[in-house]
């Protein structure tokens, strides 16, 4: 090829990605990305030859291209005092250890209910939620169910089918929460995502801002989009 085009970027210094940039060494090289940094603190310097900045995200919801959005972020539960780090971001067996706790996920099915159910306004109370892992996602989708709200599990180990329908259900609101680990923080195109639920703590602006950005696609009707925050990211983060 002449010309290669990298979506996502930042993941460019992975071995799968230079595999093919080093076998193709006269190839132009374009990566796009929204978060061009690591948490592992690797540069991309020896793969691209510049940096053009994009419009910010402030101007883009002002030009219309992303939605508005709100954040609620109440007084976290959580206590990460003792908890290392690992690769740049939290170590994760350590972190479901501190967030995998019954009152944690009743304050999310309990600000799901205030915030994002009674706010539709007749729109699918959709909401995808972030949590730290497998067993982590698998205990809160079980709280939500148990307080009435169809939520179901999805991540690495759903079958591409069962993951595929749920998606395409998702879409439309059935069901209206997914609860996933990984799966979903890159890429994934819903328009009509009312609200995205934190409750993964991270170091990472890259990963914070990749899964806010899930619910800033516009569609018409959709006033705003909301950002449920119960692990103080934002407070690390800002704005």
Request: aromatic share 6%; net charge neutral.
């Amino acid at each position: 090829p002449d010309l290669i085009v990298v979506d996502e970027a930042h993941h460019s210094v992975s071995r799968s990605y230079r595999a093919i940039l080093d076998h193709c060494p006269e190839a132009y090289v374009v990566g796009l990305t929204a978060t061009p940094c690591r948490t592992d603190g690797t540069g991309l310097g020896d793969l691209f030859g510049g940096l053009v900045l994009g419009p910010s995200v402030q101007d883009l919801i002002a030009q219309g291209y992303l939605a508005p959005y709100r954040i609620v972020a109440p007084p976290t539960k959580v206590d990460l005092t003792g908890v290392h780090r690992r690769g740049g971001d939290y170590v994760r067996g350590e972190l479901e250890a501190v967030v995998d706790r019954a009152t944690i996920m009743g304050d999310a099915v309990g600000h799901y209910l205030k915030h994002v159910q009674s706010k539709a306004n007749g729109r699918p109370p959709t909401c995808l939620t972030y949590c730290v892992s497998r067993q982590h996602a698998k205990h809160v989708a079980a709280a939500y169910r148990e307080a009435g709200v169809d939520a179901r599990y999805c991540a690495g180990d759903t079958p591409k089918a069962e993951r595929d329908a749920l998606v395409a259900g998702f879409r439309v609101g059935v069901p209206p929460v997914i609860v996933s680990v990984d799966l979903f923080g890159e890429g994934l195109d819903i328009p009509g995502l009312f609200a995205v639920q934190l409750l993964r703590p991270t170091v990472s602006l890259t990963l914070h801002l990749q899964q806010i950005g899930r619910a800033l696609r516009p569609e018409v009707g959709k006033d705003y989009a909301l950002v449920l925050d119960h692990v103080g990211n934002t407070w690390k983060h800002g704005l």
